[in-house]
């Protein structure tokens, strides 16, 4: 691997060994439904260990080795193809066995290996990377308007995207740490009109079936009229997994950007502070600190000649030089044989540029610490607004009980006033009935007197008339003298005198 590949600068720089990625950066969601962005080095759930095993078995009886291509994947790596094919077992076999032939037919020599062929391609400015955001991701910029069907065949852009995503993954990554990465998409006010639509879908295949779950987030800006309001009648219909990982944005900014990124690493096209770019190979990677706060750092060229005489610093003129002898281990060397003095210049420089280095040291320590006590400061802010809310709930439960009791009290109230008020009526009901019954009672007696006084003027008149019969108290007539002629069962009634009985 030559050093113009793989500089120093676009390496993972030292300080992402002591990242340690958020919860929600890593997993988050449950079943089907769940996102996972950092496979390495983690422990999986229950769901996520069956379906996988599912797959090994199935790798195990068509006697597919994914580990014999890349001998540093961990089954952890084989579940990306889990993720990326819906849970289902069988066309996460097949998407398996198609990426190694995929990946013998292209490079069966390596990723390096393509680069003679898209050299002229990375220089395009097609496809390009620059800067980091906070979690250490490279930011990849893809211009489609910059894609040249006409010129360059198909194939060859496939073998610039498998290139550059290949040496993302095997340079500028940290297994278990950072392993994804961020686009930027820049449609420049351009639709697909211009461009070969079924090229662009083989282009997108080789990320989508062969690069699978590497998509941190991807913010499409300057998209058409036509694309815009074709993504805005499709958005309802599609996955929500698709939908949190791709932004379209009617805009040339994306605003959401910077809340994970820091405004340097980005150019200023793209709402950013880093000069826009017009050298696109290799990777552009801004002095600058991938903290959202920070003002970047001095930019020191690297020497491109590696060999050991390059690196012999010649001392100038205002510099002391310095005798050479060889001495024995015992031999002391005297102050005066050194040639130089304590108070000279050199020494001075050295002072001055150890008291620099310091106060560099110094100036990123208090940014650190001004991170922190920011983060703290956050920190704190969030649960107080968390117990504010949880206080505002309690206040509104006690609310809503005192209610409850207070309305089962005038319940209780209006059903001792129900009661009192059917009591009161029942004993006015009783003393109607007791106040009718001694109306009727009185009644009776007044009418029991009138029969009994016209019983008695009746039987007067009786005993006067000629029949003989007797008015009884019961106003029942009887016969005084009983008939010799009857049959005795109307004895007790009376005759008509001198007739006999009617049966007879």
């Known amino acids: 691997m030559s050093h113009d590949l793989i ?149 060859d852009h496939v073998c610039m995207l498998s290139f550059i995503l290949s040496y993302m993954i095997e340079n500028m990554l940290l297994p278990g740490k950072v392993e994804n990465w961020v686009v930027i998409s820049d449609f420049e006010k351009h639709g697909f009109g211009d461009l070969s639509l079924s090229a662009i879908k083989q282009v997108m295949n080789v990320l989508t079936d062969n690069f699978r779950c590497r998509l941190g987030i991807n913010y499409v800006v300057n998209p058409s009229k036509a694309v815009y309001y074709t993504w805005t009648c499709i958005k309802p219909f599609l996955d929500d997994v698709l939908i949190e990982k791709v932004k379209i944005l009617n805009k040339q900014v994306p605003d959401e950007l910077f809340t994970h990124c820091n405004p340097y690493q980005v150019e200023e096209k793209y709402g950013g502070k880093a000069p826009n770019t017009s050298v696109y190979w290799p990777p552009i990677m801004p002095a600058a600190p991938y903290t959202l706060d920070g003002l970047p750092v001095p930019v020191v060229e690297e020497c491109k000649n590696k060999s050991f005489e390059s690196q012999i610093l010649v001392p100038s003129d205002n510099e002391p030089q310095y005798l050479r002898r060889s001495i024995s281990i015992n031999e002391k060397i005297q102050p005066s044989e050194s040639g130089v003095s304590q108070d000279s210049k050199g020494n001075k420089k050295k002072k001055s540029r150890r008291r620099i280095r310091k106060e560099e040291l110094a100036q990123i320590e208090d940014l650190d610490q001004e991170e922190i006590i920011l983060e ?39 059903r001792e ?14 003393q109607k009935n007791i106040e ?69």
């Open 7 to 155: 500089p120093i600068h676009v390496r993972v720089p030292p300080t992402a060994n002591d990242y340690e990625p958020a919860p929600f950066i890593i997993f988050h969601g449950k079943g089907k439904n769940a996102q996972r962005f950092i496979f390495r080095d983690q422990k999986l759930s229950e769901f996520e260990n069956e379906k996988l095993t599912r797959l090994e078995a199935e790798l195990v009886k068509f006697k597919i080795d994914p580990y014999a291509l890349h001998p540093n994947w961990t089954r952890n790596d084989v579940l990306r193809f889990c993720y990326g094919t819906g849970w289902k077992t069988r066309v996460a076999r097949e998407g398996l066995t198609k990426y190694i032939a995929w990946h013998k037919t292209l490079m069966p020599n390596g990723y390096l290996s393509l680069f003679p062929r898209i050299e002229h391609l990375l220089k395009s400015g097609c496809l390009y990377i620059h800067g980091r955001d906070v979690h250490f991701r490279p930011i990849m910029i893809l211009n489609f308007n910059r894609f040249d069907f006409k010129k360059y065949s198909v194939q």
């Open 376 to 414: 703290k400061n956050t920190k704190t802010k969030v649960q107080e607004a968390e117990n504010k809310e949880e206080e505002h709930k309690l206040t509104e439960a006690e609310e809503e009980i005192e209610k409850q009791k207070q309305a089962k009290i005038e319940r209780k109230k209006l």
């Open 417 to 430: 006033h129900r009661k009192e008020m059917r009591k009161k009526e029942k004993k006015l009901e009783k």
């Open 436 to 504: 009718n019954a001694s109306e009727i009672a009185q009644s009776k007696d007044t009418d029991n007197l009138k029969d009994s006084e016209a019983d008695l003027a009746i039987n007067d008149n009786l005993e006067d008339s000629p029949m003989g019969f007797h008015r009884l108290s019961n106003g029942i007539s009887v016969e005084n003298e009983k008939q010799e002629i009857g049959c005795g069962m109307c004895s007790g009634f009376p005759t008509i005198a001198g007739k006999k009985c009617s049966i007879f």
